[in-house]
């Protein structure tokens, strides 16, 4: 995950909405077409919205992450589609890219009584376009949350769609599968992904173990420490799990205890291997596929181990809730967080820029381009 700010201060491709002599302080990431990113994008600037129409308000985006699932959308791959940007009207329909941010009131319509001026909010209507600087929201499609939580966790947590989405896939997929017991163990793979730290951290602060999977890469050890500072109990990598006496080092660290909990980021050959590592009755959970490659298990898990598989997105997960059990979602995961349970580091530690990101350790060398066409591939 990225954010915002330097996309909007350094977009290639400028364009003024209205030509005029106005400075317009507001810009928006927009497209027209799905497509490659850096073909389709463009950077829009618009005037300041007008006053509110009743039951809406006027917001001010702070902070609005870039996920892998952001570009799959622009790319037309993604099952959830934006909603159409409707400041002006428009030929052919104009998106805002971003699914997920933190935006603060700016104004609040007639008949507005939960909202005022100040208060931060989230949405909870998916693929709203949160990479701009204003927009103009139904009060139905946001919620208030605390401003005490930090720009950064709060623009994590918006609550129905991918964006709100990494704490809370992470939350959902340790509690929905399996009942764990504290000392229980779960594997992992993309375990530094922003979805994989969340799923530690959380873990950790359960009292489950894990058990996390990396690519190799050249800093290894300061990867795996910093892992293990969020709270990984053990890290390793693929190339050790080819290893065949690496089946007898996790038992040590397990004891001998049986793994029931597998989650699958990125597919493939990574997650065949991850996969044998189950024990009896395990499930597997599968909600990313970075590697672009299919998912091929061995039959005999499911003879021998009644293996069960999963698919989890976190967007069926909120249609399928009610607006109560999405609340205390969201409460878990606040507790959590003010509890300095689920972490968040500062961009700027890592690349000089003044907002906050979840995710921030550099990617292996060809990850880059990767991200930059998404995770989801044609194989899901
Ligand atoms: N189903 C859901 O509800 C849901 C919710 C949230 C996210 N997701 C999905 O979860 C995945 C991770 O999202 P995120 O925001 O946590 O991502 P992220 O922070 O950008 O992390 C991406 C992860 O993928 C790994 N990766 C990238 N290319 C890879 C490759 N070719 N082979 C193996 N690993 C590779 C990276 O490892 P390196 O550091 O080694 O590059 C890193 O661990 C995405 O596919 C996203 O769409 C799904």
Redesign the pocket.
């Known amino acids: ?1 990225l954010c915002t700010t330097r996309l909007l201060q350094n977009f290639p491709h400028t364009r003024t909405f209205a030509a005029s002599s106005v400075s317009h302080r507001n810009r928006a990431v927009v497209y027209r077409k799905n497509g490659d990113p850096s073909e389709v994008l463009s950077l829009l600037t618009f005037p300041d919205l007008p006053p509110p129409p009743p039951n809406t308000a006027n917001v001010r985006f702070r902070l609005s992450p870039i ?3 952001d570009i ?1 959308v622009i790319e037309g791959v993604y099952p959830a589609k934006p909603v159409p940007f409707d400041l002006l009207s428009q030929d052919a329909p104009l998106y805002v890219g971003g699914n997920e941010g933190l935006a603060e009131v700016v104004q609040v319509g007639e008949g507005v009584r939960e909202l005022r001026k100040g208060d931060w909010v989230v949405m909870t209507k998916p693929q709203m376009g949160t990479w701009t600087s204003a927009r103009n929201v139904d009060v139905r499609n946001v919620l208030k949350i605390p401003s005490d939580l930090g720009e950064a966790q709060a623009a994590t947590l918006t609550v129905h769609d ?1 964006p709100k ?2 704490p809370p ?1 992470a939350y959902n997929m340790l509690h929905d599968f399996v009942k764990l017991e504290k000392g229980d163990w779960v594997v992992q ?8 730290q969340a799923v530690i951290q959380i873990a950790a602060a359960k009292g489950w173990k894990t058990l996390n999977f ?2 190799d ?1 050249e800093d290894v050890e300061s990867l795996t420490g910093y892992l293990k500072d969020l709270g990984a109990t053990q890290v390793a990598t693929y190339n050790q799990l080819s290893d065949k006496g690496f089946k007898d080092q996790i038992k040590t660290w397990t004891g001998g205890r049986s793994i029931r909990l597998g989650l699958n ?2 597919g ?1 050959r ?1 997650t065949t291997m991850m996969a044998r590592l189950l024990g009896q009755d395990a499930h597997l959970v599968s ?6 490659e299919p998912l091929s298990l061995p039959t005999s898990l499911f003879i021998f181990k009644n293996l069960t598989c999963h ?5 069926l ?1 909120y249609n399928r809730k009610s607006r109560q059990e999405r609340e205390r979602l969201m409460e878990n995961l606040v507790g959590l967080m003010r509890h300095g349970k689920v972490r968040v580091t500062d961009m700027s530690t890592f690349e000089g820029s003044s907002c906050a990101l ?2 921030p ?1 550099p ?2 060398r ?2 880059g381009d ?2 930059q066409r ?3 591939g044609e194989d899901i």
Do not use: E
Request: charged share 15%; with cysteine.
């Open positions: 995950m996920n892998p699932a799959n991918v989405v990494n896939t793979n993309g375990a530094n992904s922003a979805v994989g990396i690519r890469r980021c990125v493939g990574a909600y990313g596929a970075m590697s672009k698919g989890f997105w976190q967007t997960w979840l995710a350790w990617r292996t060809d990850t990767r991200r998404g995770g989801r």
